[in-house]
């Protein structure tokens, strides 16, 4: 038992030492292989840097390639999701500047602007969407400008007591109807669909009054008034704006507009005797007209 115990152990022993010099010839290799390793890749590197070195066309793509490689690992690692918008809100967006509009449109936006304190940028579209429309329903577009400058100084969120909202006005309660196209009531707000309506309604109340003056009275709604004021002011600016268009000098004078008073209805006139005979009375229609021949005045009354 004990030889055999022995022998166990012995065995065991070589195959030990067997493991550890297979072990430690592999580790060998392994910092011998490592060593030549590094060895080359430093000559291949001296050797690169010496290509360069000696080749500038070289050098210039090599730089260029690594930093494309960097560029597009930045790009890679740094992805910044941008916003979307709807494209009904880039559609809605109602801002240019005035360089982007003609001569005319451009010199009223800047004059507008500075007169009224309002940013040029909306207003330029304004002046834009002032002029489309103007020139599709014959309607001066300074004078569309005129009506907005006097009713709201456009302010496209102004109200008036009377309930009358947006750049010009319009009674939206009133006009619901012409707001179904441009989605709705709300729609008075939005400066674009405010200025169409109102044309509109402006187009409605010129056609029906046969003139301009006329129909601004009506476009007020002057009830305790006849509207002169109003009227006198929107054609004032109205002369203002056109000039500027124009290029020509600012007016000093503005035509005065008034109200024509209605005529009183006229009671047919009767004629009364005197002591000479007959008045003679002004032809009225519907009135009796006496003879002044007191005996022709027999005759008619005997007849």
Known sequence: MTTQA????????????????????????????????????????????????????????????????????QDTGMVIEQPTLEPETVERVAAVTPDQLPRQQANVAHWLSRKYRVAP???SALVAEAFTVGEKVRLDPTLILAVMAIESRFNPYAQSP????????????????????????????????????GVKVLQDCIKQAGSIEGGLRLYVGAVTTDGSSYINKVMAEHLRIRSVALGK????????????????????ELTLPTQTGFLESVPVEGAIVLPSDPAAA?????S
């Open 6 to 73: 022995f022998g166990l152990s012995k065995s065991n022993s070589v195959a030990s030492a067997t493991l550890r010099t297979a072990l430690s010839d592999i580790y060998r290799g392994f910092v011998e292989f490592t060593h030549n390793g590094m060895a080359l890749l430093g000559c291949a590197l001296a050797v690169g840097i010496i290509a360069l070195a000696a080749r500038g066309d070289l050098r210039d793509s090599v730089e260029q390639k690594a930093l494309d490689w960097l560029l597009q690992r």
């Open 121 to 123: 940028e909306p207003l």
């Open 162 to 197: 009377v309930g009358a909202q947006g750049l010009m006005q319009v009674l939206t309660r009133v006009h619901s109807d012409k707001y179904e196209d441009f989605g709705g009531q709300m729609a008075a707000f939005d400066p674009l669909s405010n200025l169409r309506v």
């Open 249 to 268: 000098p600012m007016p000093t004078s503005f035509p005065v507009f008034s109200a024509i008073p209605a005529p009183a209805p006229v009671e047919p």
């Open 298 to 302: 027999n005759d008619l009354s005997s």
